[in-house]
T-cell receptor, first 112, second 113 residues
Framework: NAGVTQTPKFQVLKTGQSMTLQCAQD?????MYWYRQDPGMGLRLIYY???????DKGEVPNGYNVSRLNKREFSLRLESAAPSQTSVYFC???????????FGPGTRLTVT | KQEVTQIPAALSVPEGENLVLNCSFT??????LQWFRQDPGKGLTSLLL?????REQTSGRLNASLDKSSGRSTLYIAASQPGDSATYLC????????????FGKGTTLSVSS
């Protein structure tokens, strides 16, 4: 039981490049989230997927797209990376009853 | 909008001390509250989950309390060890799909041997 896994662990991009962050969970949860963590800002919700086939915007969705590929996988795409997207990105899987969030190890992204 | 404050922001103690980390939140209409641990450069590890109907949860040397009406939670660490050094985050939740956890900025704990 791996829990929540994320790839890659580290990534450096140049401004304007694109990439996809991958997230997978093996806990059979319906809901999955993407957060970003920045110094002094805490964790902020980017997008979430309440169930397979649905996605919704969170607090800071601009510049990102998501895909809920199946129940296990939820990906985050940066179409044209900007330095403001330098951050640590966490994927979380949510058990609804009782409500509890489980986090992946994170992807550390630097955009130059 | 829910706001979460954690005090102190940083704490340094010698090994063996008992310590208390404080968390306060502005909206008491929460479903539950999670305490997390984050090691430098790592992800978040859930330590304790307290339901709104509960007053306390215990796991080993950790004890978390919740006073929902006053908007406060505390994390008590007994007999601290160097391995406890990390940042501790609290996060109250509305408990519904689509609602984000609102995190405090954390308390960074350093335990010296």
């Amino acid at each position: 039981n791996a829990g929540v896994t994320q790839t890659p662990k580290f990534q450096v991009l140049k401004t304007g490049q694109s990439m996809t962050l991958q997230c997978a969970q093996d806990m059979n949860h319906n809901s999955m989230y993407w957060y970003r963590q920045d110094p002094g800002m805490g964790l902020r919700l980017i997008y979430y997927s309440a169930s397979e086939g649905t996605t919704d915007k969170g607090e800071v969705p601009n510049g990102y797209n998501v895909s809920r590929l199946n129940k296990r996988e939820f990906s985050l795409r940066l179409e044209s990376a900007a330095p403001s997207q330098t951050s640590v990105y966490f994927c979380a899987s949510i058990r609804l009853s009782p409500y509890e969030q489980y986090f992946g190890p994170g992807t550390r992204l630097t955009v130059t | 909008k829910q706001e979460v404050t954690q005090i102190p922001a940083a704490l340094s103690v010698p090994e063996g001390e008992n310590l208390v980390l404080n968390c306060s939140f502005t909206d008491s209409a929460i479903y539950n509250l999670q305490w997390f641990r984050q090691d430098p450069g790592k992800g978040l590890t859930s330590l304790l989950l307290i339901q709104s109907s509960q007053r306390e949860q215990t796991s080993g040397r950790l004890n978390a309390s919740l006073d929902k009406s006053s908007g406060r939670s505390t994390l008590y660490i007994a007999a601290s060890q160097p391995g406890d050094s990390a940042t501790y985050l609290c996060a109250p939740s509305e408990g519904q799909a689509g609602t984000a956890l609102i995190f405090g900025k954390g308390t960074t704990l350093s335990v010296s041997s």
